[in-house]
């Protein structure tokens, strides 16, 4: 069991492990060591206090350093579920069931909506992991979205079980061609009863399936985590980072503007402070 598992391996997440660390913290962090795309992929960064100005890749380069000298390393597995069990945390990410007594969402802001009813047919038919799920549509006929080319060796282990695979992609230059792959247009909408049926494109295209892989960067809040509030697309927390789920705090863009990495920076400090306190009540 940790002591707390950080989501997000942007600025707030590095923020709160660094802190952690520091208090010798048992933590797990769940993330990519290429840390965020966002700050790798921004030109200029004027604002940031002490390091003039810099290049968002300069800044990520310099992040991961940090880390790396503070012998810090990300687990870089999807996070698929967090469900509250009292007076812990159960986590699922990539078929592996993992224990904390606190969270850190540092996750960003979730650009992509899920498609109409996604929510609905969760666990009857709709399946955010293709290892935890993909055997149980062998031999049947599934569409996958596939929101980056990383998850690209996920869609080719689908498509050795499934009979069927009706791919959308979510950016350029995709590099599947499978005999058994058909490229699709975007997806609009899943639609069934029990189970999922079928989905629905934008062109008005509708193809019966028997599931749907959605493999996205970042899930929204309310998939990730029953229960857990949020406004519009972002976390409802408090000034301590609190959500309304006891020992789950939220850090960074997810928790609202401005998006901004100086605050993110200090959310995610906040939050490790409040998650050392909050587990030496326990204690």
């Not at 660094?18 to 966002?38: P, Q, R, V, Y």
């Not at 800044?59 to 687990?75: C, D, P, Q, S």
């Not at 990730?224 to 000034?239: F, T």
């Not at 863009?253 to 050392?276: F, S, W």
Request: glycine content about 10%.
């Amino acid at each position: 069991m940790y002591d707390a598992a950080i989501i997000g391996s942007g600025p707030a997440g590095l923020s709160a492990a660094l802190c952690l660390k520091l208090h010798e913290k048992n933590f797990i962090w769940f993330g990519s060591m290429a840390f965020s795309d966002k700050v790798e992929k921004s030109e200029k960064i004027a604002n940031y206090p002490g390091v003039g100005m810099i290049s968002g890749e300069e800044l990520n380069k310099k992040m991961r350093a940090h880390a790396e000298e503070m012998e810090i390393e990300t687990v870089d597995k999807m996070v698929t579920t967090v469900g509250a069990m009292g007076d812990y945390f159960s986590l699922l990410a990539e078929n592996e069931m993992y224990e904390a007594k606190t969270v850190l969402l540092s996750t960003g802001v979730v650009q992509a909506k899920g498609f109409v009813n996604e929510e609905n047919f969760v666990g009857r038919g709709v399946s955010y992991c293709a290892t935890c799920d993909g055997f149980l549509y062998k031999g049947k006929t599934i569409a996958v979205f596939c929101g980056s080319k990383r998850y690209e060796h996920e869609v080719a282990y689908l498509a050795e079980l499934a009979e069927k695979v009706y791919l959308s992609v979510g950016y350029k230059d995709c590099d599947i061609d499978l005999p058994n792959v058909e490229r699709i247009g975007v997806i609009k909408e899943v639609a069934g009863g029990l189970k999922i049926k079928s989905i629905s494109l934008f062109d008005g295209t509708e193809i019966p399936v028997d599931g749907l892989f959605c493999l996205r960067n970042a899930l929204a809040p309310t998939t990730l985590v029953p229960g857990i509030e949020i406004d519009g697309a972002h976390i409802v927390v408090n000034r301590k980072q609190e959500t309304n789920l006891p020992g789950l705090y939220a850090a960074g863009d997810c928790t609202g503007r401005p998006y901004q990495i100086a605050k993110a920076v200090g959310e995610g400090n906040v939050a490790a402070h409040e998650i050392i306190e909050f587990l030496s009540r326990k204690n």
